[in-house]
């Protein structure tokens, strides 16, 4: 039996191409909303550089005036940063970036070796050879900016090398909080080291001990060795005057 068309004058049912949606369908939405990710991006990577210090405002119409952008995305992004704790803005919309109390620093600290512990226990089994190779080269990156005075280079090197421990875990929730933590005290970590007269050669030591673990596959003494290096990072850095 052929299937009958609809009846002069009436609607075809058939169903068309879905509408277009995001930029398509809403440009000015989509556009808005790059522009907010972009400040957002923009603005935290300049208070974990130290280009806004700790306790220093920030004056949104202002960042908006530089950047060619209206204020509305850039109190989005403060608002973001807000949450993630690199901000406070008051009832007035003051923006004031956030430096560290002491016990913060500790909390902090005990919570990255918390979940630093973690997951070092779900990357049984993915430490693979080319990862402790990425890992050994990292180590001859930092000797080699620490030898060079580039205390700058040496803790983004430092920063990659956590990062690929925590990437082998596999837990993109828990990589999203040590990030966050992470970026909070990359400013104080440049501090610390460039008033300890460079790269701290302390720090160039555990992360010896803790490649010699996973060579080892030890991943006990790899624990042991982690969290030693945080909580020994937490001391030299509560030991650094900020100011």
Not at 45 to 74: H, K, L, N, T, Y
Not at 136 to 152: F, H, I, P, T
Not at 231 to 240: A, I, S, W
Request: glycine fraction near 8%; aromatic fraction near 6%; include cysteine.
């Amino acid at each position: 039996m052929q299937s009958r068309g609809p009846a002069e004058g009436q609607p075809s049912l058939e169903k068309g191409p879905a509408p277009a949606v995001g930029r398509d369908l809403f440009p000015a939405l989509a556009r808005h909303q790059t522009l907010e990710k972009s400040a957002y991006q923009d603005l935290r990577r300049a208070i974990v550089e130290g280009r806004f210090a700790p306790g220093e405002r920030i004056v949104a119409a202002s960042v908006a005036a530089s950047a060619g952008i209206s204020r509305i995305p850039v109190m989005q992004a403060l608002q973001r940063l807000e949450v993630d704790g690199f901000v406070r803005i008051s009832p007035s919309k003051d923006v004031v970036v956030l430096g560290w109390a002491p016990g913060e620093i500790r909390e902090r600290f005990m919570l990255m070796a918390a979940l630093e512990l973690l997951c070092l226990r779900e990357s049984v089994g993915k430490i693979t050879p080319e990862l402790r190779a990425r890992l050994r080269a990292l180590q001859k990156e930092m000797l080699a900016a620490r030898s060079q005075d580039d205390v700058g280079r040496a803790v983004q090197a430092d920063g990659r090398f956590h990062h690929l421990l925590w990437e082998a875990a596999g837990l993109p929730q828990v990589m999203h909080i040590l990030e966050t933590l992470w970026d909070r005290g990359e400013y104080y970590r440049l501090i610390m080291h460039a008033r300890r007269g460079g790269f701290a050669t302390e720090s160039l030591a555990e992360h010896e001990r803790i490649i010699d673990a996973l060579d080892a596959d030890n991943l006990g003494d790899a624990a042991r060795a982690i969290e030693q290096h945080r909580l020994f990072g937490m001391k030299r850095l509560e030991e650094t005057p900020q100011s």
